[in-house]
């Protein structure tokens, strides 16, 4: 394996890791290099960030109780 070139399959990990720590400097480079060249791997990461957006409007949603308001 060279330095900056990776497989769809180790892009998938990065960007997952990348959810929970800042990767290294040669992998954030591999992992841009990455994305220019391919199709599917910019598709997973927008949709690793809608599954991110959607759990976060989970966590912050309330549900307003009618007889509480006065």
């Given at each position: 394996?060279?330095?900056?070139?990776?497989?769809?399959?180790?892009?998938?990990?990065?960007?997952?890791?990348?959810?929970?720590?800042?990767?290294?400097?040669?992998?954030?480079?591999?992992?841009?290099?990455?994305?220019?060249?391919?199709?599917?791997?910019?598709?997973?990461?927008?949709?690793?960030?809608?599954?991110?957006?959607?759990?976060?409007?989970?966590?912050?949603?309330?549900?307003?109780?009618?007889s509480?308001?006065?």
């Amino acid at each position: 394996m060279t330095p900056l070139k990776r497989t769809c399959k180790e892009v998938a990990a990065l960007l997952v890791a990348r959810e929970d720590r800042d990767l290294p400097l040669a992998d954030r480079l591999a992992l841009r290099l990455h994305m220019v060249i391919c199709d599917a791997c910019p598709r997973f990461e927008r949709q690793m960030l809608a599954m991110r957006n959607s759990m976060q409007q989970w966590r912050n949603y309330t549900v307003s109780d009618p007889s509480q308001d006065g």
